[in-house]
């Protein structure tokens, strides 16, 4: 396995990327990062990546790239769009990226990414068994890895409860939406992981997204059967875990 890649991260806002020493998780180049384009359509986003990777320079050409994005993926097609362009919805995204880049890509979900990263390099960095990342912001992503082993496109976030979608209760977005104390969100996210935890029975669940700065106000209000963390590598766990997996499937053009 090579011991560096590109990661990319494309958010709704945001798109950054960088070198990471995948052995190490360490970024070895500043990270770069640029508006995602109003509209968020597919060439406009591969336009910005196609950016990132020049800017990046000649250390980055010869490097596997790995991209994460905010769908669900199978098969490098992207089967869902959040914060972008409906167009990505059953969308050949991994064919666009490779064609546009002219070189091979691993494209895998950001959640997914994001929970590899703090299983091999942070919060859950020699936990076996079963570990659930959780990122709370404006939905809940979710990521499940199992003795190291990342298993893809867990949508967990999406559990319903009481009816509901229960990300849309949850969520962030909607403490900030209904304005609610941080005990009274504390109540809903005892429901959403008390829920998880009668489907599933990790040894760890990591808590990701901006929020997770603030853990101290709100993880010690919840009672669950497994232990519950902050992330800790916040926000270039995307760029982290996408270096890695590309470093660990190397992808061929």
Known sequence: MANKA??????????KGAIVDVETGELVTDRIKKSTP?????????GVVKEILD?????????HVGVCFP???????TLSAANVSKKWIDFEAEKLFESTLGRAIHFVNDADA?????????AAKGVDGLVIMTTLGTGIGTALINDGVLI??????HLEIDGKDYET?????????DELSWKHWAKRLQKYYSRLEALLYPKLIVVGGGVSKQYHEFLPLLSLRAEIVPAKLRNNAGIMGAAALAAESQPEF
């Open 6 to 15: 590109v990661g990319i991260d494309i958010g709704g806002t945001g798109i």
């Open 55 to 63: 800017e990046l320079g000649d250390d980055a050409r010869d490097l």
């Open 169 to 177: 209760k949850a969520s962030f977005a909607a403490k900030e939406r």
């Open 114 to 122: 994001a929970g590899y990263a703090e299983a091999r390099y942070g």
């Open 38 to 46: 109003k509209g968020g359509e597919p060439d406009d986003i591969v």
């Open 71 to 77: 769908a669900a993926i199978m098969d490098g097609k």
């Open 152 to 157: 893809v496109n867990a949508e967990l976030g």
